[in-house]
T-cell receptor
Framework: RKEVEQDPGPFNVPEGATVAFNCTYS??????FFWYRQDCRKEPKLLMS???SGNEDGRFTAQLNRASQYISLLIRDSKLSDSATYLC???????????????FGQGTTLQVKP | DTGVSQNPRHKITKRGQNVTFRCDPI?????LYWYRQTLGQGPEFLTY????????KSRLLSDRFSAERPKGSFSTLEIQRTEQGDSAMYLC????????????FGPGTRLTVT
């Protein structure tokens, strides 16, 4: 079983649509959670962190459910420029230290159509 | 340009040859990471350094792979006796220790083993 699982999609949505991506992780010791974005043939870039209380950044809302080991990303009012692969990412801690070892999911591809 | 740089950007080699990649991190970042990404998958952690110390290595890093960061600045990743299965994008990232989850990725080196 993969440590971080995502539906690879693709999700094809019209401009203006709301779309949600989900992700599950297997290691209950996971400490920190993120969404990275990767454009075609480009490097991944941090999109946002994910907190238990939920957090919002403009049109993007991220949510964490530790009990279910589930992470979500909601994109409202989709733009053409949102077309990319969204990577669900988990970070482990080792004792009191943040290891920096990121575990990436397979990624979910979003294509926003005009 | 003060971002993470990687050289070469592309490398084509014949099976059995040795290859070496270089990564120059963001200058004030003391952590440096290597990941490998194949088509349709998220990046997979290989190893990371804090300054010149290699703190963790993945089981993916067989004895044909070696990474160094001799002066705590740039890093090299060498693959000996390359195999076709080594064909992938090799990504380097750097971060501050305190913000280890916010990793800045380089453009990657695409390796093709023929």
């Amino acid at each position: 079983r993969k440590e971080v699982e995502q539906d690879p999609g693709p999700f094809n949505v019209p401009e203006g649509a709301t779309v949600a991506f989900n992700c599950t992780y297997s290691n209950s010791a996971s400490q920190s959670f993120f969404w990275y974005r990767q454009d075609c043939r480009k490097e991944p870039k941090l999109l946002m962190s994910v907190y238990s209380s939920g957090n919002e950044d403009g049109r993007f809302t991220a949510q964490l459910n530790r009990a279910s080991q589930y992470i979500s990303l909601l994109i409202r009012d989709s733009k053409l420029s949102d077309s990319a692969t969204y990577l669900c990412v988990v970070n482990m801690r080792l004792g009191s230290s943040n290891t920096g070892k990121l575990i990436f999911g397979q990624g979910t591809t979003l294509q926003v159509k005009p | 340009d003060t971002g993470v740089s990687q050289n070469p950007r592309h490398k084509i080699t014949k099976r059995g040859q040795n290859v070496t990649f270089r990564c120059d991190p963001i200058s004030e970042h003391n952590r440096l990471y290597w990941y490998r990404q194949t088509l349709g998958q998220g990046p997979e952690f290989l190893t990371y350094f804090q300054n010149e110390a290699q703190l963790e290595k993945s089981r993916l890093l067989s004895d044909r792979f070696s990474a160094e960061r001799p002066k705590g600045s740039f890093s090299t990743l060498e693959i000996q006796r390359t195999e076709q299965g080594d064909s992938a994008m090799y990504l380097c990232a750097s971060s501050l220790e305190a913000w280890a989850y916010e990793q800045y990725f380089g453009p990657g080196t695409r390796l093709t083993v023929t």
